[in-house]
Nanobody
Framework: QVQLVESGGGSVQAGGSLRLSCTVS?????MGWFRQVPGKEREGIAA???????????YYADSVKGRFTISQDYAKNFLYLQMNSLKPEDTAMYYC????????????????????WGRGTQVTVSS
């Protein structure tokens, strides 16, 4: 059983930055960040998949491309999400997810493609 714990959420004004962290108990092939607001579906915003040759594919949702950066420390089993130029519409509960299967452009954003989830960390951006 893979366990994930997110941290780093908080309240920030529009234009500000936050860095989310996720510690994972075991290495996995794919890891991603999702977010969800009440009444809406969980949205994939960034993910990384590491192939058998150790090359990494990185994916971003259009809504965060150029503002958010996903990174990973394999030695320490940490996943990060650097969020810059935050907007009020970025307000959500942010979740870290992991899975042993490789993710492609066609499926990286689908929550049901990830078997392991953290409990989330709240991000609130005020205008």
């Amino acid at each position: 059983q893979v366990q994930l714990v997110e941290s780093g959420g908080g309240s920030v004004q529009a234009g500000g930055s936050l860095r989310l962290s996720c510690t994972v108990s075991a290495p996995t092939t794919s890891m991603g960040w999702f977010r969800q607001v009440p009444g809406k579906e969980r949205e994939g915003i960034a993910a990384r998949s590491r192939g058998s040759d150790a090359t990494v594919e990185t994916y971003y949702a259009d809504s965060v491309k150029g503002r958010f950066t996903i990174s990973q420390d394999y030695a320490k089993n940490f996943l990060y999400l650097q969020m810059n130029s935050l907007k009020p519409e970025d307000t959500a509960m942010y979740y870290c997810a992991a899975d042993y299967a490789y993710k492609y452009r066609s499926n990286w954003r689908l929550p049901d493609q990830y078997n392991y989830w953290g409990r989330g960390t709240q991000v609130t951006v005020s205008s």
